[in-house]
Each structure stands twice: as structure tokens, then as C-alpha cells.
T-cell receptor, first 116, second 118 residues
Framework: AQKVTQAQTEISVVEKEDVTLDCVYE???????LFWYKQPPSGELVFLIR??????QNEISGRYSWNFQKSTSSFNFTITASQVVDSAVYFCALIYRGSTLGRLYFGRGTQLTVWP | EAQVTQNPRYLITVTGKKLTVTCSQN?????MSWYRQDPGLGLRQIYY???????DKGDVPEGYKVSRKEKRNFPLILESPSPNQTSLYFC?????????????????FGPGTRLTVL
């Protein structure tokens, strides 16, 4: 069973629009971490954020913000005033304590295209 | 410069010819991991290592081997590659295992190795 679901395969927006990328996760563990990674067209993977299950406080970093809601098992990522440079594939990932200690589960990714 | 390096970056080979993709990190990280990325499937973990001589299977370990004899190196070995192992491979490392509470425990990825098995 898929542990991380990114239902949006592709999203296209026009520059300056706000966009939210959805991530729904599945675990019965109470201790877990959630991650977001960015993969620009150049192919490298860039770490964006890590959030633990005990910290539901939303986080903002510049134009990026993350909304963590345990009640809906979601960890959504919003880009405000999107820019062309935000075009990338974005991955959500999960690790939980009940899994073997190093196993990280990725979603299938959301391709975001920002048009000028 | 702190980094994870992989070699080769690109490789075309034939079925059955053993190959090794090297991964090295210069950050004294304990945790290292290998992933493969396939269209529509995202990244899937192949193997990971919590420290020297400690390795464990990820989601898709079949057809792969790893070793961790030194802290800095974590090679991925394909003993008898097959076309279904054609993929983009990433190595990654972090200071500690991914459940460690340290806020500095970011996972760094290598640049990727694009492997084609004919």
C-alpha cells in the first residue's frame, strides 16, 4: 500500500499565482518525519523541509509554506507568488519509527510548471 | 566543499555484465542510502546503511548488492544487470539516521547516475 500519496501528477500555473501541492501520508506510528524535496530540470534533488510528527506548527520560509495537519494526515506545500524558477518535480516523503530505521518512502512526485 | 559524489554519471551496459556505481561523501555522515527513480514511480529506496558494516534492504533490493566497509563509501553493485534496472540512481547521506531528532539532519543527494542496460 502506498504510504505517501501525491495525487497531483502535474500542475501548471502562471507566474505570480499561488499553488499548493498536496501530500497525504499513511502510518499508524505516532513518531514519524515528513519531508519535501525539489528536483529542478537539471535533475539534482534538493532538500526543502523536514517536519516531525510532534510539531504541527506551520512553517514559512520566504515564498514557501507548509501546512501539517495530523487530523487529515496531510502535509501540503504552498508556493506563494510562483516564479518560473519554481518549475520542478516536488516529492513528499515519510519515515516512521515502526519501519526499519532507515527506510524512507517517497510519493510519486508532482511536476509543477510555472509559465511566464 | 561538502558533497556526495557518484561515478559514473552515465553508463550504458549490456545484460549480465557486472557493474559498480560508486558513492562517496566527505561529510563524515553515518547514514547513506541508494534510490532509483523511474517515471511515474518517484524514488524508491534500494538499500541503506546506518553505519559502517550495517546495511539493510529498502523497498526494491532485488538484483542489487551494497557494502559499507568505510564510512565515506557506499558502492552499489549490480552483479548481473538486466534491462529492468535501467533507471536514474541517486545516492544520499545524512549525519545520522533519518529518525534522528537533530535539526541539522538533512539528507544530501548525489548528482545521480543514469544507467541504461541493453
Amino acid at each position: 500500500a502506498q504510504k505517501v500519496t501525491q495525487a497531483q501528477t502535474e500542475i501548471s500555473v502562471v507566474e505570480k499565482e499561488d499553488v499548493t501541492l498536496d501530500c497525504v501520508y499513511e502510518t499508524r506510528d505516532t513518531t514519524y518525519y515528513l519531508f519535501w524535496y525539489k528536483q529542478p530540470p537539471s535533475g539534482e534533488l534538493v532538500f526543502l523541509i523536514r517536519r516531525n510528527s510532534f510539531d504541527e506548527q506551520n512553517e514559512i520560509s520566504g515564498r514557501y509554506s507548509w501546512n501539517f495537519q495530523k487530523s487529515t494526515s496531510s502535509f501540503n506545500f504552498t508556493i506563494t507568488a510562483s516564479q518560473v524558477v519554481d518549475s520542478a518535480v516536488y516529492f513528499c516523503a515519510l519515515i516512521y519509527r515502526g519501519s526499519t530505521l532507515g527506510r524512507l518512502y517517497f510519493g510519486r512526485g508532482t511536476q509543477l510548471t510555472v509559465w511566464p | 566543499e561538502a558533497q556526495v559524489t557518484q561515478n559514473p554519471r552515465y553508463l550504458i551496459t549490456v545484460t549480465g555484465k557486472k557493474l559498480t556505481v560508486t558513492c562517496s561523501q566527505n561529510m563524515n555522515h553515518e547514514y547513506m542510502s541508494w534510490y532509483r527513480q523511474d517515471p511515474g514511480l518517484g524514488l524508491r529506496q534500494i538499500y541503506y546503511s546506518m553505519n559502517v558494516e550495517v546495511t539493510d534492504k529498502g523497498d526494491v533490493p532485488e538484483g542489487y548488492k551494497v557494502s559499507r566497509k568505510e564510512k565515506r563509501n557506499f558502492p552499489l553493485i549490480l552483479e548481473s544487470p538486466s534491462p529492468n534496472q535501467t533507471s536514474l540512481y541517486f545516492c544520499a547521506s545524512s549525519l545520522q539516521g533519518l529518525l534522528a531528532a537533530s535539526s541539522y539532519n538533512e539528507q544530501f543527494f548525489g548528482p545521480g547516475t543514469r544507467l541504461t542496460v541493453l
